[in-house]
């Protein structure tokens, strides 16, 4: 069965800090991992995914993260945080099977001090 | 490509009564899925459709819980004799499924209030 774990239900940085959400998985197949991003009162938006191929995949307003096979882990980084990505970050997992379903973690919330 | 739609954004209703919420995915998108996502947690699979073909349910689908998928387009989640632990938002999401890593599109969610 496929999960996700991310660590740290609250991350603070300052502004123009790094930012780094730590999500680890389990999967019983070769996983698709997904992170997306969530502003208050508002759905889900896909910051970027890993399928396969190159293990550091690129995403939106300046994120990235780097799948890690050997560690079981997908951390989503920002070299330099700002105001705007004050927010819920989900770690997500495609399950085995073809519905095509994701498995969320908990998430993260992200504050970023001025 | 307008997005994933959902109405109400909000509903609160009374214990016991029914609520009906609407999704209307991105057009042409093949799959439409429900999720439900309590405060502080992840979104929770519901339930799925592939068209108008109910795939999969979840546990958490009680029996009063129905969805709906008629003519593959739209969707609709109803909820039966309502109970304060149904709170939560209800969100829709829909895919042009091409294989696992074809991504779910989200709408803004509906959020039910139950009192």
């Not at chain 2, 609709?76 to 042009?96: F, H, K, N, P, V």
């Amino acid at each position: 069965a496929q999960s996700v774990t991310q660590l740290g239900s609250h991350v603070s940085v300052s502004e123009g800090a790094l930012v780094l959400l730590r999500c680890n998985y389990s999967s019983s197949v070769p996983p698709y991992l997904f992170w997306y991003v969530q502003y208050p009162n508002q759905g889900l938006q896909l910051l970027l995914k890993y399928t396969t191929g190159a293990t550091l995949v690129k995403g939106i307003n300046g994120f990235e993260a780097e799948f890690k096979k050997s560690e079981t882990s997908f951390h989503l980084t920002k070299p330099s945080a700002h105001m705007s990505d004050a927010a819920e970050y989900f770690c997500a997992v495609t399950n085995s099977g073809n519905t095509g379903k994701l498995i969320f973690g908990q998430g993260t919330t992200l504050q970023v001090k001025p | 490509d307008t997005g994933v739609s959902q109405n109400p954004r909000h509903k609160i209703t009374k214990r016991g009564q029914n609520v009906t919420f609407r999704c209307d995915p991105i057009s042409e998108h093949n799959r439409l899925y429900w999720y439900r996502q309590t405060l502080g947690q992840g979104p929770e699979f519901l339930t799925y459709f592939q068209n108008e073909a109910q795939l999969e349910k979840s546990r958490l689908l009680s029996d009063r819980f129905s969805a709906e998928r008629p003519k593959g387009s739209f969707s609709t989640l109803e909820i039966q004799r309502t109970e304060q632990g149904d709170s939560a938002m209800y969100l829709c999401a829909s895919s042009s499924w091409t294989g696992r890593d074809s991504p779910l599109h989200f709408g803004n969610g509906t959020r039910l209030t139950v009192t």
